[in-house]
Nanobody, 135 residues
Framework: VQLVESGGGLVQAGGSLTLSCAAS????????FGWFRQAPGKEREEVSC????????YYADAVTGRFTIFTDKAKNTIFLRMNDLKPEETAVYYC?????????????????????????????WGQGTPVTVSS
């Protein structure tokens, strides 16, 4: 089971980046996915989460309206489009996954990505990709 992030880099304030997370080794459609970030000297925080089951999404208040999470199931990839980036959003961005389909039991609905982002400890994590926003 592997999650590999890419797409991080240096961008000026107000600029845009799209992060990618390639998933392998498990059934993509059985999982919800999330993006989290950890700035230097700070705790990791949630950014956005999405469920593969029904496409339900959740965004942290700080990124609502500027970031978009989406998936490409044909490529088993999760994306995070980030617009109007701010210097305080400089951080290592991590992709995470948590299983929501086990046999015939399916968790679905708007609460799933919110729960993943705000309450659960995802079972799988990527290594992270650094994003630096210059002022």
């Amino acid at each position: 089971v592997q999650l590999v992030e890419s797409g991080g880099g240096l961008v000026q304030a107000g600029g845009s980046l799209t992060l990618s997370c390639a998933a392998s080794g498990f059934t993509f459609d059985d999982y919800a996915f999330g993006w989290f970030r950890q700035a230097p000297g700070k705790e990791r925080e949630e950014v956005s989460c999405i469920s593969s089951v029904d496409g339900a999404t959740y965004y942290a208040d700080a990124v609502t309206g500027r970031f978009t999470i989406f998936t490409d199931k044909a490529k088993n990839t999760i994306f995070l489009r980030m617009n109007d980036l701010k210097p305080e959003e400089t951080a290592v961005y991590y992709c995470a996954a948590d299983r929501v389909v086990v046999g015939s039991f399916v968790r679905k609905g708007a609460y799933v990505p919110k729960q993943l982002c705000t309450e659960e400890a995802p079972e799988r994590w990527g290594q992270g990709t650094p994003v630096t926003v210059s002022s």
